[in-house]
């Protein structure tokens, strides 16, 4: 058939401008009617001649024992460049153009062609393969076209999905909103098995699985809690159903617990002596050497800085740094070794030396109160769209079904088969998007 709905010849001029439809038009009009019915003619009449060699090469296969048109394949395969919006639902279009025309029957309707578009599910899309549908409006000479809608899906939990937390990815880095908490033990560490429920909360989405979180925070080469955060969040477990803008919240103690608090003072005994100081004041920030008393002696990372009087005597000792794993009843001590100071006394002697009574050989302080230790406080982040993993669609290793229908060479039996085969192409892939 022809490209346009006129296919008559529109004869000489004079005659043509006789005719009913033609006799009332302007003479421009005459014209340009006459050029259209013209060039649709000759349309008809270069498509009459290639159904005419198409068959004639039909013949002359099935006279030499061939049984396809060998002429004809498919040379292209593309997506439509519409975006896989994974929440607010979306029409994805696949266009499969052959050499030369093709013909698509489908019964009436009742044998429709599809093609099965390998889905990697990575974003957590429920569905594999997605069919892809003949579609007709799409359709045209050497071109078939498919489509594949898919309906609003609030959850980010269709077939086609972009949900996932991937342990690739880092979300304490951009474009992620971070917050850090207001408490953090100190130097490097990683906290792992942080479960939903119990080390965080998201909302205002619910994630269909548990993600289990590792986080790390930054390195303290000051020794102090000022200046510790979060450089590190990843999933060691990935989760799915998340969705853009979701907000993960740690819970109290989720990053760590047993840490001496911040701001605290601790009340210091020399063990029956005192620190020598000479004339000068000492302040200095050392660490604890040992831990002992109390139900758990795992405490690390604790220092303080001490401040001394001109006779010696400890006038504070405050925490500088926060350490980790403390419990109620520790009694926190340091050593003689510890306390050297290079600072040189007024009297002459490099060191800080520890005299007086029984001959003490270090410094300790009061056992700890419930009121000295805290747990992680705060801490949060917001996942961006970027930051998901979505599903990817493939033509590699997916084939065309004709489903009872036919598709075939445009002036050929429909019983003939037409090579629908593409796999010698170089797959087309297409990204979903959560939005």
Known sequence: MALYPIDRDPGPWLQFVKRTDVKDLNLNEQKSQFLKEQLQFQDFLSKQSIMQRQYQDYMS?????????????????????????????????LFIKFIEPVVVETNSGVNIPTVNIANDQDGAGATNPIVYSFNAGLSSGPVVGFTYTQAAAAGNNGG????????????????????????????????????????????????????????????????????????????????????????ITFAAGALGSGFLLNLGTLTGTVNGGTLATGAGVLTATKNFTSVTAGASQAGTGGSITIVTDNAGAITSATINSVGANYVAGNILTISAAELADATARADGTANVDIVGAGGATSVSFAALT??????????????????????????????????????????????????????????????????
Do not use: C, H, M
């Open 61 to 93: 296969n099935q006279a030499n024992g061939g049984g396809e048109d060998i002429t004809n394949g498919v040379e292209q395969i593309s997506f439509s460049t519409n975006p896989l919006n994974t929440i607010t639902g979306f029409t994805s279009n």
């Open 160 to 247: 086609v999905a972009a949900s996932t937390l991937a342990t690739s990815t880092n979300f304490a880095t951009a474009p992620t909103a971070i917050t850090q908490p207001t408490r953090l033990t100190s130097g490097s560490f990683t906290t792992t098995g942080i479960v939903k429920g119990a080390g965080y909360t998201i909302a205002p989405d619910t994630l269909a699985q548990d993600a289990i979180l590792t986080v790390t925070t930054s390195t303290d080469a000051f020794d102090s809690t000022s200046n510790l955060s979060i450089t590190s969040i990843t999933p060691t477990t990935e989760g799915f159903g998340a969705l853009p803008g979701d907000v």
């Open 370 to 435: 419930g009121g000295d230790i805290q747990a992680s406080v705060g801490g949060a982040f917001t996942i961006a769209a970027a930051q998901l993993t979505p599903d990817i669609l493939t033509t590699a290793g997916t084939v065309i079904s004709e489903n009872g229908g036919a598709i075939y060479d445009a002036g050929t039996d429909p019983a003939d088969e037409l090579n629908l085969d593409y796999a010698s192409l170089a797959a087309v892939t297409l990204a979903a998007t959560p939005a």
